[in-house]
């Protein structure tokens, strides 16, 4: 809607006041008080502000405007400011004359209509400020009246024992006309009226109309004869104030009482200049507050008198004006505030690129070196080693940075300081070792260190081939997720020590998880990885990928669906895989990338998780083998899990409560890194067995070389407590041997290098008769299982016969022993008996009192309890403490002539020192969980290695 333009729009406005007064008696709706009172307080005293910023803005963002033409230039009003002043006279004198015939007025003639924005001119600018409207109150005379009337106070008023005091001094010194004056002050001042003498009821209430004091002559007269400047306090303090109160509230009548505002006057102190009228004040003085008090302590009456065109008029001449302005405005400025972000972004990424860039062809010339290193050692690796050489452990993981964040800084270092038993390559006399420490190293860390080699070894043996190394930036990045190979990368220091150690020896590193920081500290040392190529290694780190490469070989392993990465797909997989294999009570949700004892999820089948699946069985039993080949029979079932699935899945799935906090997190990597869905096998009498191999470089045509086996246990479901019997001694060998043998022999044409560990779950199948063996895990790198393996063999100085899976020591046995050994297998053998020795590792063992012992009173404990070595006899057991910090976790190894013994020494040493770190007081504790699970297990434990295969 749109005014003709020919109307100026301050006499529009009028004209609408005129209009609302016409039909302030009609009967309307009424308009939400919040938002007139808005548009009603702002409009008008934003009118000229918005002007000027026009003006401002136009004249300076658009130059070229002063130059278009003439009607560009013309003031927004379209006549000269005195004219509206003149019109603004008439409208007030007329409704002056006639307050009762104010409705008689005729309308202002307007046009309203919809028109274009394009019609609409809203360009004009004025080219010179605009000058403000002369107003009858104006704040500078008041304050220069107000100033004049405290100067006139101070000059006469004065107290009246002062007077005296002055006419009684002054009677014999001043003039008769100087007598007389002050004898009239004296006289004027005693003369002055009583104020409780005053009488008012005969004066009119002093009436305010349009915000302007009507004349009242008795109430001037009784100011005037009463004194106390009570005039001056009324016409120059109380009066303009509340002029400007009703002015601002649109008051347009107002009775005052005047003995009411006669007594306030008196409470004024002194000359009242500084005195301000409040609400509060301004309601005690009315006369009937009931009928006028609304009209001050509220808008509703206000707002009632106002005409929905006057509205309307001034909304679009001001807010649409305003909104249009500052639309411009704000669209400018985040123009160019958003072109300055995205041109300094654009410098950043341009920037962020170029390093990335750089960095993409170090690492690549890096790949390319550290290639050839690699195929130089894999080909003279066997002599390298018989000659004296340096061996590097860089025990860091390096998984991408979503893998590392699950973890706080502190426990991922000491995860990574878990491969702290590659001490065992001490056991190579050719060898120097050289360890990189994830952890602050302390005094008490490096004794317990020294303690257990010497234990083991003499130092003789040992002198200056031990050396271990902080990293110079690990204070640096204490706080962050970067692993070993990153900080070392940044740590020149260490870089150089790592250099002067080698000194130009042969040497090689032995990394864990390889990343390009690996392959550029082997470009900077000049050595070599021993281990597979990156790309392959992180290649079969996925175990999407890598269960593909068993089944395109035909080997067994577990029921499964592959790289799933979204949750519908997630429970339409497991649907299916749970209707097909109905016996199957637990699910593994595997993350592709990860450590495989950490990031995984757990979905068990329940009466909470699928009520229904013992009916699913039953029906599963009655079709048999039709269930598998007829899709029609388990249909139903099928679309039964389908619609189920989905609401259960979220919320029954555990996972470790230390890497992930709720299953939005948990997810959040399925979608990232993918996932492989597995099933976990519940059979009686099945086991874990890990075998550790060595892969020679294909070139070379050596043999695949079994370096040991283990069976792995899980002591405990709900704690991540895990142990390792070494060897393993559930199944024979020769039963192992195809399935490992043809994976590791694939993985070798392939250009594999280096350690590999594969898991294996083996159980014996009653209908089928024969033993089974599935393939679960590969680990293409120096696994955890290795590494106690070759603990195994530097603690005995001996080493592993695949043929007969056993680990022999470096140990002269009796004579006499022979002969009771063939008289009876069952027979304990002593340790100088047989040369065969077993192991037993249990990791992750926990005590909340272990960190208030420091090593020498911790060691002295231990000896009491029975942890000790004996190198003569190459038995005994050790504990280590993971790190220098938490000091509450450790490793166990114990060693003995066969696996009753060192089942029986297990759960007999794990009681004692339970008991003795909680002698104080009652502890939290795994020790016990470890400690009964071996006592049941040695009961029911048989070595069934050496029985035939069936």
Known sequence: MYHNSSIPKKILCEDLYLQYEKKQNDNEEPIELKKLREIYDKVQKGLISIEEDCDKFWVEMKLDLLLENKSRSEPLLDKLPIKIKMAYEACKNALLENDENILSLERCYCIWKNV??????????RSERLDLLPTKFDETDLKFKQDLMELRTKVFSLVNDKIDTICQGTENAVSSMQKSYYQIIKKYKRSSTSLDKIDLSHIHALRYIDGELTKNEGWSNVLDTTGKQLRSKWYLVVSPQIERMLKNRRIYSLRLD?????????????????????????????????????????????????????????????????????????????????????????????????????????????????????????????DLIKCPHVIIHLPSIGHSINIRQTYSPRLFNIYQHSMILRLSFLRNQMSEFVYILPVEITQDLLSMYVDIIDSIISQERTAN??????????????????????????SESTLTAIKKKINEKPAYILPWIVDECDLRISDYL????????????????????????????GLPQPAHSKDIRDYTKLCANLAELIVLNTDICLWLIRLNFGIHSKHYGVFL??????????????????????????????????????????????????????????????????????????????????STISATLFIPNKITKRPIKWTGTSNKIQLDFNLPLYAFMIPQTTVSTEILNPNINKLAYALQQQGYFGYLTI??????????????????????????????????????????????????????????????IIISSTYDKQWDETTERTALVICELYHVNLPSYSWPKLKILMEDIGIVYEARKKEGSHFFLHDSDKKNTGTMVIVTPNMEMTLSKTYNILRKMCHALSIKKKSESNMLIAANFFEKFALNYSDQSHEPCK
């Not at 274009?116 to 600018?125: A, T, W």
């Not at 120096?782 to 022999?808: A, L």
């Open 526 to 553: 000049c050595v070599p990885l021993l281990g597979p190529d990156m790309i392959l290694q992180q290649e079969l780190l996925n175990l999407s990928k890598m269960s593909e490469i068993i089944e395109n070989l």
């Open 605 to 686: 089948i329940n009466h909470i998780s699928i009520p229904f699946m013992p009916a699913i069985r039953e029906i599963r039993k009655q079709y048999g083998d039709e269930w598998i080949s007829n899709s029609h029979v388990r249909e139903e079932y099928l679309n039964a899990l389908l619609i189920h699935l989905p609401k259960v899945v979220s919320i029954v799935t555990s996972f470790n409560k230390l890497c992930y906090n709720s299953w939005k997190d948990f997810y959040n990597h399925i979608q990232k890194l993918g996932c492989l869905l597995q099933a976990v096998p519940h059979e009686k009498n099945s």
């Open 116 to 125: 274009s924005e394009s019609v609409i001119n809203d360009g004009k600018i």
């Open 759 to 820: 898991d294996c779950y083996c159980y014996f199948d009653n209908n089928k008769e024969k033993m089974v063996v599935l393939l679960l895990n590969i680990h293409p790198y120096y696994s955890h299982t290795q590494m106690y393996v070759d603990w195994m063999k530097f603690v005995i100085d001996g080493s592993y016969n695949s043929t007969t899976n056993t680990f022999n020591g470096n140990i002269v046995v009796r004579e006499y022993s022979k002969k009771k």
């Open 465 to 490: 081939r031990v050396t271990f190394l902080v990293l110079s930036q690990a204070k640096t990045f204490e706080r962050t997720h970067m692993n070993v190979s990153r900080i070392l990368h940044c």
């Open 258 to 382: 005047p003995s009411k505002v006669f007594n306030f006057l008196l409470s004024i102190p002194e000359s009242g200049v500084h005195f301000k009228l409040s609400k509060k004040d301004l309601l005690v003085l009315l006369r009937d507050i009931s009928e006028e008090g609304p009209w001050i302590t509220s808008w509703k009456p206000q707002l009632k008198t106002l005409d929905k065109k006057k509205i309307a008029a001034i909304l679009i001449q001001s807010c649409w004006r305003g909104y249009w302005v500052r639309k411009q405005l704000n669209e400018s400025y985040r123009r160019y505030i958003a072109a300055s972000v995205l041109w300094y972004k654009w410098l950043y990424e341009k920037h962020k690129r170029e390093i990335y860039a750089i960095h993409l062809k170090k690492m690549l010339l890096s790949l390319d070196i550290s290639r050839v290193f690699n195929e130089k050692l894999s080909k003279e690796f066997y």
